[in-house]
């Protein structure tokens, strides 16, 4: 080999060398620009997604959000997923987080949710806040699918299917309900025209995605449980997921969430106490191991 070649081949090596090197850099770059990662409760999707635009439009930082059902997300955290934040449909699975060292606080309430009877235009169900109207579907037979949150891991299923034993109608409907993975699932079968109704987050019900689809009425909140949405923050949180901790406690943010139908603690103090539903009949939910 010639010592031009030797020379030609040296030169070809740095410059491959040093283009490994650059690649690797932006790589990393942009691996470490990736915005962080937020989980949130499904029943929150619509009224979340207008709070992270304008959070993003005010500071310009960015956010990535997934939405589904609350004990999912609690053993997705549990197996080392990298969630900065999770916005939860309840207080359970933030207090079973906090229990097993997943979390560094036990978080603050964020909103309040309500519960609402839906039915698809097409259906003859007559929708009332007492639920008589379901009542007598159901014991006129007319009742063939009816949709509920899956009660084992998402806290508006577990709610619905205590409302429904509350009012004795549980048994007799067990045979038609489907459950959805999460609430909005729940409430896309629901207002998809092949159940007769169902019972799903107000917030949704609400929503003016859904409510093209079909009627809802709101359900009293004497009939259930409260439910409590309680968010925080997992010891991977950066200083993005931390600003917007702190932004999810503004009026800007709460304004947003009650045009969607939620409620807020009275007391500024109820942010912060832990409120355990008691519930008439226990449901199995997901545990959390503790370390």
């Known amino acids: 080999m010639t010592a031009s070649r030797r020379v030609a081949l040296k030169i070809r090596s740095i410059l491959l060398v040093s283009l490994l090197g650059l690649y690797s850099l932006f790589s990393f770059s942009a691996f470490a620009a990736k915005p962080p990662a937020i989980a949130a409760a499904a029943n929150v999707k619509f009224a979340l997604d207008e709070i992270v635009a304008n959070f993003s439009a005010e500071t310009g930082l960015k956010l990535r959000v997934s939405y589904g059902s ?9 197996h080392g997923a990298p969630f900065e934040m999770l916005l939860s449909a309840d207080e359970f699975y933030v207090q079973q987080l906090h229990k097993a060292g997943k979390t560094d606080s036990d978080g603050d309430i964020y909103a309040i949710g309500k519960l609402a009877i839906v039915a698809p235009n097409n259906s003859s169900l007559k929708l009332d806040p007492q639920l008589t109207g379901l009542a007598e579907a159901v014991s006129e037979g007319e009742i063939k699918r009816f949709v509920i949150a899956n009660p084992a891991h998402a806290p508006y299923g577990e709610r619905a299917q205590a409302l429904l034993e509350h009012k004795e109608l549980w048994s007799e409907l067990l045979p038609t309900i489907i459950m959805g993975e999460n ?7 629901a207002l998809s025209g092949s159940a007769q109704g169902g019972i ?5 019900a609400s929503a003016p995605q859904f409510t093209k689809m079909g009627r809802y009425v709101e359900i009293p909140q004497s009939l259930y449980q409260p439910i409590n949405q309680r968010m925080v ?5 950066g200083d993005t997921t ?5 932004y999810m406690q503004t ?3 709460q ?3 009650k045009s969607y139908g939620f409620g807020f603690p009275t007391n500024a103090d109820d942010k912060h106490h832990l409120h355990q539903p008691k519930l008439s009949t226990p449901r199995p939910r997901q545990q959390v191991a503790e370390q």
Do not use: D
């Not at 609430?183 to 079968?189: G, P, T, W």
């Not at 799903?200 to 949704?204: E, G, I, K, M, T």
């Not at 923050?233 to 949180?237: D, I, S």
């Open 255 to 257: 304004q947003v969430l």
């Open 233 to 237: 923050m997992t010891p991977k949180a």
């Open 200 to 204: 799903v987050a107000l917030s949704l």
């Open 183 to 189: 609430v909005s699932q729940a409430a896309q079968f």
């Open 242 to 246: 931390k600003q917007f901790y702190r």
């Open 70 to 78: 609350s004990g999912n997300f609690v053993a997705q955290i549990q």
């Open 251 to 253: 009026s800007a943010a």
